[in-house]
């Protein structure tokens, strides 16, 4: 017999788990439909495992900043078996916590692939049955995957993606990394301090292009003091593994050898066979299914998280999540509109951001002015050691727009800098609000009050 829900969630990562979540805590019946692991990319192949990872060599390199001023000596090592083994405990008892959470609030986990039909209906395959649900509204929460051009395709010997790296039972000696945005840098910190001798090639001029120039160049020195081989304005034309080598090629002719190669040139949704255009949604050429202001894609269907390509962050695709649910059970009727998401890129150093940097604010017709710290003058970064960085503040029409840090520690200022950001604080505002010192958020505080000068 076919069952009926008020919400069906095609998806059981971040976003799908949050809207039915919210959905049912607003009184909907709701089934989620996941066809491979709860918890999604976020908790099996992205920000918990990487996390777990960086963390593990955290302490060495702690240890390495003390042992610049002859304060500590001695070595760390890490044990690659070890965590990986705690990684797969962690893992498995988060996916069962997020399974016993749905059980608790009367969501039916159906564990298989979901396909729409017409009439409001999808078909979900489970290894050794099928079933078909009808709904009230669909929504689409299938994520993203590791994807690459066919010449930089991952052969899952020597040539890997995100997802496989992660797996290595054994650290690499050379690791070669494709690509200098989020994904290749977390990924090579990792394996440079476990001892690989890092090269990373990445096409474009700077590292993280999307980010301020000044942070490009703060994480470039960074990494470059930490004898990484970065080359920049190098585009790979050809990868294959040879015996127990990667070989990558560049355009121009010149080879690199590594035990293994990391491709992280980007992600592509997991849209397709959906059956998304028979119901009438409209995919851009990458798969990425456009959305109108509430979401939705089509009558009944929205699409959240990765497959829309609005932000490829899990709290993004969370914070959709908690609006469809408002949105579905009738509680809004707003256009979907979250205010600043910041986001933050782990490793040493970090780097956070959050709302417009000055080329977008020049892009809109404004002329931006920064103000800036450094954390040289702040006293827990001195206290570590760790001093190479700076928070900067992005104004424009006397109100703050963005802010940008990069160095150590500074995810940690990220809800403090988003709440400043959402609420459009201006120069009296910060002035009024007592930071407690010692904090790295003085670093924020000062950089608040900083000279302003043309961004
Ligand atoms: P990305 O788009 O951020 O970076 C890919 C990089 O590869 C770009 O800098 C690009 O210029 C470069 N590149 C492309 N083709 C190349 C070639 N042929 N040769 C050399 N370089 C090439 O993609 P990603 O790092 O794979 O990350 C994907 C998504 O995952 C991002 O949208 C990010 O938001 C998300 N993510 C977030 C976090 C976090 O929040 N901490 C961590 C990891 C990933």
């Known amino acids: 017999?076919?069952?009926?829900?008020?919400?069906?969630?095609?998806?059981?990562?971040?976003?799908?788990?949050?809207?039915?979540?919210?959905?049912?805590?607003?009184?909907?019946?709701?089934?989620?439909?996941?066809?491979?692991?709860?918890?999604?990319?976020?908790?099996?192949?992205?920000?918990?495992?990487?996390?777990?990872?960086?963390?593990?060599?955290?302490?060495?390199?702690?240890?390495?900043?003390?042992?610049?001023?002859?304060?500590?000596?001695?070595?760390?090592?890490?044990?690659?078996?070890?965590?990986?083994?705690?990684?797969?405990?962690?893992?498995?008892?988060?996916?069962?916590?997020?399974g016993q959470k749905l059980a608790a609030a009367k969501i039916e986990l159906l564990p298989g692939a979901g396909t729409i039909l017409p009439d409001k209906v999808v078909m979900v395959r489970g290894s050794e049955w099928e079933r078909t649900v009808s709904y009230g509204a669909l929504v689409i929460a299938t994520g993203a995957r590791p994807a690459a051009p066919k010449a930089l395709a991952p052969d899952g010997d020597r040539i890997l993606d995100s997802d496989a790296v992660l797996e290595l039972a054994e650290a690499p000696q050379q690791l070669a990394v494709i690509?200098?945005?989020?994904?290749?840098?977390?990924?090579?910190?990792?394996?440079?301090?476990?001892?690989?001798?890092?090269?990373?090639?990445?096409?474009?001029?700077?590292?993280?292009?999307?980010?301020?120039?000044?942070?490009?160049?703060?994480?470039?020195?960074?990494?470059?003091?930490?004898?990484?081989?970065?080359?920049?304005?190098?585009?790979?034309?050809?990868?294959?593994?040879?015996?127990?080598?990667?070989?990558?090629?560049?355009?121009?002719?010149?080879?690199i050898r590594a035990d293994y190669c990391l491709v992280a040139v980007g992600r592509a949704p997991n849209t397709a066979g959906l059956g998304l255009e028979e119901a009438g949604a409209k995919l851009d050429p990458r798969g990425f299914v456009k959305t109108d202001p509430h979401l939705l894609a089509c009558e009944g269907v929205y699409v959240i998280g990765d497959a829309n390509g609005r932000l490829q962050l899990a709290h993004a695709a969370s914070s959709q999540g908690a609006y469809v649910a408002r949105h579905a059970a009738g509680r809004e009727r707003l256009p979907y509109s979250p205010g600043p998401i910041p986001w933050c890129v782990y490793g040493e150093p970090q780097v956070l951001?959050?709302?417009?940097?000055?080329?977008?604010?020049?892009?809109?017709?404004?002329?931006?002015?920064?103000?800036?710290?450094?954390?040289?003058?702040?006293?827990?970064?001195?206290?570590?050691?760790?001093?190479?960085?700076?928070?900067?503040?992005?104004?424009?029409?006397?109100?703050?727009?963005?802010?940008?840090?990069?160095?150590?520690?500074?995810?940690?200022?990220?809800?403090?800098?988003?709440?400043?950001?959402?609420?459009?604080?201006?120069?009296?505002?910060?002035?009024?609000?007592?930071?407690?010192?010692?904090?790295?958020d003085e670093a924020l505080h000062d950089a608040l009050l900083g000279e302003l000068k043309p961004a």
């Open 353 to 440: 951001r959050v709302g417009k940097s000055a080329a977008d604010l020049r892009a809109q017709g404004a002329e931006p002015l920064a103000s800036t710290a450094q954390l040289a003058a702040n006293p827990i970064c001195q206290a570590h050691a760790q001093t190479a960085g700076f928070v900067k503040c992005v104004w424009a029409y006397g109100r703050l727009q963005g802010v940008t840090a990069v160095g150590h520690g500074v995810s940690h200022l990220v809800s403090a800098a988003t709440i400043m950001v959402a609420q459009g604080w201006n120069r009296a505002d910060a002035e009024r609000l007592v930071f407690a010192h010692p904090t790295l």
């Open 1 to 98: 017999m076919e069952s009926r829900f008020d919400l069906v969630v095609l998806g059981g990562g971040p976003g799908g788990l949050d809207c039915a979540h919210a959905s049912a805590r607003l009184g909907l019946s709701v089934a989620l439909v996941e066809r491979e692991a709860l918890g999604g990319t976020c908790l099996n192949r992205g920000c918990i495992p990487t996390k777990l990872f960086l963390a593990a060599v955290e302490p060495a390199h702690a240890l390495a900043a003390l042992g610049k001023f002859k304060l500590a000596a001695g070595s760390v090592t890490v044990d690659l078996a070890a965590l990986q083994e705690r990684k797969k405990k962690l893992l498995d008892g988060t996916r069962k916590a997020a």
């Open 179 to 255: 690509g200098g945005g989020f994904i290749g840098l977390e990924l090579a910190r990792f394996f440079g301090q476990l001892g690989a001798k890092i090269t990373l090639l990445e096409a474009l001029d700077r590292l993280l292009p999307m980010e301020d120039p000044e942070v490009s160049k703060a994480v470039l020195s960074a990494h470059k003091r930490e004898g990484w081989d970065i080359r920049l304005g190098a585009r790979v034309a050809g990868l294959k593994s040879e015996g127990q080598e990667a070989v990558v090629s560049l355009e121009g002719g010149a080879e």
